[in-house]
Nanobody, 124 residues
Framework: QVQLEESGGGLVQAGGSLRLSCTAS????????MAWFRQAPGKEREFVAA???????YYTDSVKGRFTISLDNAKKTVYLQMDSLKPEDTAVYYC??????????????????WGQGTQVTVSS
């Protein structure tokens, strides 16, 4: 079955950087979307960034210019480079895979598979 394995979370001071990775396994597909969502305590899961296998990228406004999503198609691995981190970026970050799409989706329910989540904590 399809599995997503994440790594790279941790504790960092404000202004610092972290790089998250997520590798998909258990299937073969050529067109797909991999995305990052995050969920802070007491809040709903929210979209952060997405990358279509064909190249297009999408970001929520609050991370534009600070976060960069990239995709290694051969490895089925998506990365999230997070720079200039702020305390409000603190959350559990989840990667997600969408295999049945007509367009990039920003709603968690539209994604087919999820990673287990990795904690990112930014101290002030």
């Amino acid at each position: 079955q399809v599995q997503l394995e994440e790594s790279g979370g941790g504790l960092v001071q404000a202004g610092g950087s972290l790089r998250l990775s997520c590798t998909a396994s258990g299937g073969t597909w050529t067109s797909y979307i991999m995305a990052w969502f995050r969920q802070a305590p007491g809040k709903e899961r929210e979209f952060v960034a997405a990358r279509w296998s064909g190249g297009s990228t999408y970001y929520t406004d609050s991370v534009k210019g600070r976060f960069t999503i990239s995709l290694d198609n051969a490895k089925k691995t998506v990365y999230l480079q997070m720079d200039s981190l702020k305390p409000e970026d603190t959350a559990v970050y989840y990667c997600a895979l969408d295999l049945n799409f007509g367009a990039v989706e920003f709603i968690p329910a539209k994604y087919d598979y999820w990673g287990q989540g990795t904690q990112v904590t930014v101290s002030s």
